[in-house]
């Protein structure tokens, strides 16, 4: 089946009681048993629910993995996938990576005993020299967050596998759609929902893909246990949106490119971040990996300043100052005092986010008016 194909039916079917061709929302919280543990499936609704069974089924189709795991958000996926650890074991992150990673991991759960060591990782050598006989896990982002940076995902498949280590990729910018990171020897994939895949910021929803029954068990035990599931209505916008990701990613992808080229070859503008370049650092990496560049682009201008960069960040009128991304409509946000406020200072200026670095989210408007609207608030 054909990716396009696959997004609009994989994991679901007409519902057999009303032939409702998209899944119902079922809002309950409990299910009625004919006898004390006799029932059809269902006991209660942390436990399990139609609705979110699924889009669970409909995640792992189009990762390629065999079970889903979905969660109130991308924060609670990552918290859920941590606990698969123990008190002194080590994880290698990538150092250019989304605030709220950064800090779940150095302010929640360094202080039950896991210890994390963040390198980059444009070189996937690197990894091997980091990892000591307490590594049980590397996390990785790529295209990386807010610089864009590329991982070789394969490469870094190799060196878990040699070293049996489990490898974790959030694959939450590129999306199913471009990037498949199991296909190439990844264990856990993460996911923020809320961002490509829900696609209308309307949904705040998180979700972990394996391809491993023992893994998976372990992930559905803890999202039982501690219970950081999704309600219904979430994972229906959810499911909703996978059916147009493949529509809406090809326009991402298209207008993408046409910004980056814009702001490559604007007087105004200094450094352009954006894995389509073929100068990008690991551009060869990205095509062999990916199915195109996205619609993430980060750029800083000539004049280095906040106050420059701040004019730009307050003049957009279709590039909406906020947080997130992945949406229909275009974002422009500031990672500094934003999305990576949470990271100090000097670890951000030490891994390359400049104070004046603007993140754009390239949504599916028409990029002429895109454009437009760069070109007025750079001047």
């Not at 918290?79 to 779940?104: C, F, H, Q, S, W």
Request: net charge negative.
């Amino acid at each position: 089946m054909k990716l396009g194909t696959k997004l609009i039916h994989a994991g679901v079917a007409p519902d057999p009681s009303t032939g409702a061709i998209m899944t119902p929302i079922f809002q309950t919280s409990t299910y009625v048993q004919s006898a004390p543990g006799q029932h059809k499936g269902y006991e209660y609704a942390r436990t399990q629910n139609p609705t979110r069974d699924a889009l669970q089924n409909a995640l792992a189709a189009i990762e390629n993995g065999t079970h889903g795991i979905c969660f109130g958000s991308g924060l609670a996926a990552t918290d859920a996938v941590l606990k698969l650890l123990n008190p002194g074991d080590e994880i290698i992150a990538t150092n250019d990576l989304y605030g709220g990673t950064y800090r779940i991991f150095t302010k929640v759960f360094a202080k039950y005993g896991l210890n994390f060591t963040f390198i980059p990782m444009q070189d996937a050598r690197n990894i091997e020299a980091h990892i000591t006989p307490k590594t049980k896990m590397i996390w990785i982002e790529t295209p990386t967050n807010p610089l864009l940076n590329i991982i070789d995902i394969q490469a870094a498949a190799q060196i878990a596998r040699k070293n049996e280590v489990l490898l974790a990729v959030d694959n939450t910018f590129a999306s199913p759609y471009l990037q498949n990171p199991l296909d190439l020897g990844a264990d856990i994939v993460v996911h923020s929902a809320t961002k490509y895949l829900g696609g209308h910021s309307d949904v705040v929803h998180g979700a972990v893909i394996v391809k491993n029954e023992a893994l998976a068990q372990q992930l559905y035990f803890i999202q039982n246990s501690t219970g950081g599931v999704p309600g219904p209505q979430d994972c229906f916008l959810v499911l909703r949106g996978i059916k147009t990701l493949h529509v809406r990613m090809q326009r991402h992808c298209e207008n993408g490119a046409v910004i980056a080229n814009y702001l490559r070859n604007h007087p105004k503008v200094d450094k352009v971040y954006w894995a389509g370049f073929p100068d990008h650092p690991n551009h060869d990496i990205a095509k062999a990996q990916m199915r195109g560049f996205g619609g993430m682009i980060s750029f800083t201008l000539k004049d280095d300043s906040l106050e420059s960069a701040n004019r730009v960040l307050s003049n957009t009128h279709l590039f909406s100052l906020a947080e997130s991304l992945g949406g229909v409509e275009s974002l422009i946000g500031h990672p500094a005092t934003m999305t990576h406020a949470s990271i100090p200072r000097e670890e951000r200026i030490k891994n390359g986010l400049a104070d004046s670095l603007i993140r754009l989210s390239v949504g599916i408007e028409d990029a002429d008016d895109l454009v437009e609207d760069l070109k007025k608030a750079i001047g």
